[in-house]
């Protein structure tokens, strides 16, 4: 059973730094495309980042900048590195899998498989 676990999340104050980690179980991941989402409240589910495994990565407009993806293939794991918070960021934060192997993927349809999620607030 394949499984994504994210954890790292937390409060923060803006101008604050957290990182978050995704381990995935299951089956390996180290060919296919990786990315976060998040979704605030009241509002859709959006793309924040993802990686392809040769390290080719992208973000949105917004987070570009401030926020890294990174990834440890040898531990199935994918971290996002988020630097500069801003209390716009405050969101539930997703890990996602996609069975994307020569692309980025920026669309939830993309990702086959998805963690749980992990809360993210940063105050003002």
């Known amino acids: 059973q394949v499984q994504l676990a994210e954890s790292g999340g937390g409060l923060v104050q803006a101008g604050g730094s957290l990182r978050l980690s995704c381990a995935a179980s299951g089956r390996t991941f180290a060919s296919n495309c990786m990315g976060w989402f998040r979704q605030a409240p009241g509002k859709e589910r959006e793309f924040v980042s993802a990686m392809m495994s040769d390290g080719i990565t992208d973000s949105a407009d917004s987070v570009k900048g401030r926020f890294t993806i990174s990834r440890d293939n040898a531990k199935n794991t994918v971290y996002l590195q988020m630097n500069s918070l801003k209390p716009e960021d405050t969101a539930v934060y997703y890990c996602?899998?996609?069975?994307?192997?020569?692309?980025?993927?920026?669309?939830?349809?993309?990702?086959?498989?998805w963690g749980q999620g992990t809360q993210v607030t940063v105050s003002s």
């Open positions: 996602a899998a996609s069975g994307l192997a020569f692309r980025l993927g920026y669309y939830q349809y993309e990702y086959d498989y």
